[in-house]
């Protein structure tokens, strides 16, 4: 019976421990945008203005990380935090997307999915969002990592992952025909005709966007969308033998094949009776 005691009494303990740590786990604080970057950006200036003159090496001492910490306590923030962020999704911008406020686009934040890592591929399912819609992420910011066998921080952001919405229940639906005369950024969905390498040089396409007249309707959007794509992903116009050119880089992004039905976001043109889509950026997703 006393032996029976003690090992109730044992796994007792047991659980009061598991519950102890349990209860200990540190609450992620949400954030809408328009409050978040009032603090953020005050970090963020300070942390610059303190450090304009230091040279790299001393960013990647000690001292910079502790002016780091010393500004984000200051306002209410703290390295290597975790945080839950509200705004309106706008693009991508190579290992990043970029959240805005809702009146004002020129207040933004960016958040980036792997800035400590060398990897620049995004989530497939990034090319999913939607850009102007509302978007909750998970990201840490003044993150700490280790680089050249230095522990440093930063005054970016890095893990980002999307919380909302909920990107699985995504549908394809093609739209290439709704973009056509629409030069806001967009998610483009559609069925791939072809998919080829970029046919000029870089030194081509160098001399091509050095001789931009920007007076053309469309052409400086082409020559810039040319220059930085590896490859060219043309989907079908629905109802029509033209098609809708997506400029992409397979840095960011993974090739479909010929048939696929594919999601990706860009920013759409038209030159010279050519319709087109600068999508460098963007990763694609490919539905199954």
Same mark, same amino acid.
């Given at each position: 019976?006393?032996?029976?005691?003690?090992?109730?009494?044992?796994?007792?303990?047991?659980?009061?421990?598991?519950?102890?740590?349990?209860?200990?786990?540190?609450?992620?604080?949400?954030?809408?945008?328009?409050?978040?970057?009032?603090s953020y950006n005050k970090v963020v200036n300070s942390v610059?203005?303190?450090?304009?003159?230091?040279?790299?090496?001393?960013?990647?001492?000690?001292?910079?990380?502790?002016?780091?910490?010393?500004?984000?306590?200051?306002?209410?923030?703290?390295?290597?935090?975790?945080?839950?962020?509200?705004?309106?999704?706008?693009?991508?911008?190579?290992?990043?997307?970029?959240?805005?406020?809702?009146?004002?686009?020129e207040n933004s934040f960016l958040c980036f999915f792997h800035?400590?890592?060398?990897?620049?591929?995004?989530? %497939?399912?990034?090319? *999913?969002?939607?850009? =102007? &819609?509302? +978007?909750?992420?998970?990201?840490?910011? !003044?993150?700490?990592? #280790?680089?050249?066998?230095?522990?440093?921080?930063?005054?970016?952001?890095?893990?980002?992952?999307?919380?909302?919405?909920?990107?699985?229940?995504?549908?394809?639906?093609?739209?290439?025909?709704?973009?056509?005369?629409?030069?806001?950024?967009?998610?483009?969905?559609?069925?791939?005709?072809?998919?080829?390498?970029?046919?000029?040089?870089?030194?081509?396409?160098?001399?091509?966007?050095?001789?931009?007249?920007?007076?053309?309707?469309?052409?400086?959007?082409?020559?810039?969308?040319?220059?930085?794509?590896?490859?060219?992903?043309?989907?079908?116009?629905?109802?029509?033998?033209?098609?809708?050119?997506?400029?992409?880089?397979? %840095?960011?992004?993974? *090739?479909?094949?010929? =048939? &696929?039905? +594919?999601?990706?976001?860009?920013?759409? !043109?038209?030159?010279? #009776?050519?319709?087109?889509?600068?999508?460098?950026?963007?990763?694609?997703?490919?539905?199954?």
């Amino acid at each position: 019976m006393r032996k029976k005691f003690l090992l109730l009494w044992s796994l007792l303990g047991i659980l009061v421990l598991i519950t102890a740590c349990g209860s200990n786990k540190e609450t992620v604080k949400e954030y809408n945008i328009d409050d978040f970057l009032k603090s953020y950006n005050k970090v963020v200036n300070s942390v610059e203005e303190k450090t304009k003159y230091w040279s790299d090496s001393e960013k990647e001492e000690n001292k910079y990380t502790d002016v780091i910490k010393q500004y984000a306590e200051k306002n209410d923030l703290s390295i290597n935090q975790t945080i839950q962020l509200r705004g309106k999704f706008a693009y991508i911008l190579g290992t990043a997307l970029n959240l805005q406020e809702e009146e004002n686009s020129e207040n933004s934040f960016l958040c980036f999915f792997h800035a400590s890592k060398k990897s620049t591929k995004v989530p %497939s399912e990034i090319a *999913l969002l939607n850009p =102007g &819609d509302n +978007i909750k992420v998970e990201v840490t910011i !003044f993150p700490k990592y #280790n680089e050249n066998g230095k522990s440093r921080a930063s005054i970016y952001s890095d893990n980002c992952k999307v919380i909302t919405p909920n990107l699985s229940k995504v549908k394809y639906k093609s739209n290439t025909n709704s973009v056509i005369g629409n030069s806001t950024t967009s998610r483009i969905m559609g069925k791939v005709a072809s998919v080829i390498e970029n046919p000029y040089s870089e030194a081509e396409r160098k001399k091509i966007s050095d001789s931009v007249d920007s007076s053309v309707s469309g052409e400086y959007e082409f020559s810039s969308a040319l220059r930085y794509a590896t490859n060219i992903v043309s989907l079908n116009l629905d109802g029509t033998d033209d098609k809708l050119l997506c400029f992409v880089n397979k %840095s960011y992004a993974k *090739l479909p094949k010929t =048939g &696929d039905k +594919i999601s990706l976001i860009g920013s759409p !043109f038209t030159y010279s #009776n050519t319709f087109g889509v600068d999508a460098n950026y963007s990763p694609i997703y490919i539905f199954k």
